[in-house]
């Protein structure tokens, strides 16, 4: 999951820094929650891992939504058959790559790697609103915000939004997702500091 909350927290950066709407992406989850201890399959469920898992198995999201900080969508926002075909078909392609390389952007737009707020707004802010951005992937697209004020916001916001697995057998207790966890300095939700890798760790 690691892997895909370090995308997540760059998705959520370049839709603050653009003012734009964000489609979810659609999670995998290698293990179900459930509120007991378990080895990743609740007790008597039958189902196959991986599977694609709700939101709210990783992300709070009664908090997303008070916090109002990035507006979005469901991950199937652009199936549903109610989503207009403009919304579908209206969209502009963007590649994260170095500006020197060959096939950079295959003609599409581009960013460079590890992209600050202004770098994205001078890049991307032209494009029109009713334009979708679709980012071929979204790894080293944004590296933070060039405003140290804003910066902190966005810290804070990543850390209240962070969910939490549940249930660790033995010992008994549950770990809390970090959508900073590879960041390194970095405080997490718990107000704990990490200057260095990134573990594993229960409650609290």
Same mark, same amino acid.
């Given at each position: 999951?690691n892997?895909?909350?370090?995308?997540?927290?760059?998705?959520?950066?370049v839709?603050?820094?653009?003012?734009?709407?964000?489609?979810m992406?659609?999670?995998?989850?290698?293990?179900?929650?459930?509120?007991?201890?378990h080895?990743g399959?609740?007790?008597?469920?039958?189902?196959?891992?991986?599977?694609?898992?709700?939101?709210d198995?990783?992300?709070?999201?009664?908090v997303?939504?008070?916090?109002?900080?990035?507006?979005?969508?469901?991950y199937?926002? @652009?199936?549903?058959?109610?989503? *207009?075909?403009?919304? /579908?078909q #209206?969209?502009a392609?963007?590649?994260?790559? +170095?500006?020197?390389?060959?096939?950079?952007?295959?003609?599409?737009?581009t960013?460079?790697?590890?992209?600050?707020?202004?770098?994205?707004?001078?890049r991307?802010?032209?494009?029109?609103?009713?334009?979708?951005?679709?980012?071929?992937?979204m790894?080293?697209?944004?590296?933070?915000?060039?405003?140290a004020?804003?910066?902190e916001e966005?810290?804070?916001?990543?850390?209240?939004?962070?969910g939490?697995?549940?249930?660790?057998a033995?010992?008994?207790?549950?770990?809390w997702?970090? @959508?900073?966890?590879?960041v390194? *300095?970095?405080?997490? /939700?718990? #107000?704990?500091?990490?200057?260095?890798?990134w +573990?594993?760790?229960?409650g609290p």
């Open positions: 999951v892997h895909q909350l370090r995308q997540l927290r760059q998705a959520f950066g839709a603050r820094a653009l003012g734009r709407t964000l489609v992406p659609k999670l995998v989850c290698g293990n179900d929650r459930w509120w007991a201890p080895n399959v609740i007790p008597g469920s039958s189902f196959q891992r991986p599977f694609a898992c709700p939101l198995h990783v992300i709070d999201v009664n997303l939504v008070a916090a109002k900080y990035v507006d979005f969508r469901e199937s926002f @652009l199936e549903n058959e109610r989503t *207009p075909n403009s919304a /579908k #209206n969209k392609v963007v590649s994260v790559c +170095e500006g020197g390389d060959a096939e950079c952007g295959a003609g599409g737009l960013v460079g790697p590890r992209t600050d707020s202004r770098g994205i707004r001078e991307l802010g032209s494009v029109p609103r009713t334009t979708r951005l679709h980012f071929t992937s790894l080293d697209a944004f590296s933070g915000f060039s405003d004020s804003e910066d966005f810290r804070r916001f990543l850390n209240r939004i962070a939490i697995w549940c249930c660790v033995a010992p008994t207790g549950h770990i997702y970090d @959508l900073q966890w590879d390194v *300095p970095h405080v997490d /939700k718990h #107000n704990r500091r990490w200057d260095g890798e +573990e594993m760790k229960l």
